[in-house]
């Protein structure tokens, strides 16, 4: 069974308007974390936003959030008033305690911000 | 710092032939990891450590091996290459070994392409 899910091959959005990019996971450990990185045309993996399972509220950096939702399993990624920079792959990845630190990712979801 | 390097960047190998990819830190990370990208997928693991001298096996270490004995270099080597291992590979870094909450940081990436 998938541990991430990212049900999104592809998103358009327009410039300046927000964003979110979908993420299910799939974990029995009560202790993990959740990730989100951005994958540019030049290859580079960008760490964007982590949220740890215990955390209660939702995380923020800058302009990304996290919308955390344990019960269902969810860690979607809002990015708001986006910008034509912004287009890029997304990836959402999960790291378990009891896994060695073991980091599983999504398979991505292109996104595109339109002028 | 120069956080984690790779090299090379790119590389052509002909089937059969050897090679190491070189992959050092200097953030003092206990935490290092090999992961392979294919097109259309997410990232999957190789091999990671989680400290000098301790190695292990990943999602799809075959083909490959590792050695670990300094903090701050995991080389990662190609026995006998084969068209399957065409791929882009990524070396990360965390600092703490098992932790959950503990962001990895990723290299530029190699391309390997094999003949």
């Known amino acids: 069974a998938q541990k991430i899910t990212q049900t999104q091959p592809g998103m358009f959005v327009q410039e300046k308007e927000a964003v979110t990019l979908d993420c299910t996971y799939d974990?029995?450990?009560?202790?993990?974390?959740l990730f989100w990185y951005k994958q540019p045309s030049s290859g580079e993996m960008i760490f964007l936003i982590y949220q740890g399972s215990y955390d209660e509220q939702n995380a923020t950096e800058g302009r990304y959030s996290l919308n955390f939702q344990k019960a269902r399993k969810s860690a979607n990624l809002v990015i708001s008033a986006s910008q034509l920079g912004d287009s890029a792959m997304y990836f959402c990845a999960m790291r378990e305690d009891n896994q060695g630190g073991k980091l599983i990712f999504g398979q991505g979801t292109e996104l595109s911000v339109k002028p | 710092n120069a956080g984690v390097t790779q090299t090379p960047k790119f590389q052509v190998l002909k089937t059969g032939q050897s090679m190491t990819l070189q992959c050092a830190q200097d953030?003092?990370?206990?935490?290092m990891s090999w992961y392979r990208q294919d097109p259309g997928m997410g990232l999957r693991l190789i091999h990671y450590s989680v400290g000098a001298g301790i190695t292990d096996q990943g999602e799809v270490p075959n083909g490959y091996n590792v050695s670990r004995s300094t903090t701050e270099d995991f080389p990662l080597r190609l026995l006998s290459a084969a068209p399957s291992q065409t791929s882009v590979y990524f070396c990360a870094s965390s600092y703490s070994p098992t932790g959950s909450t503990d962001t990895q940081y990723f290299g530029p990436g190699t391309r390997l392409t094999v003949l």
């Open positions: 974990t029995s450990d009560q202790s993990y974390g």
């Open positions: 953030m003092n990370h206990e935490y």
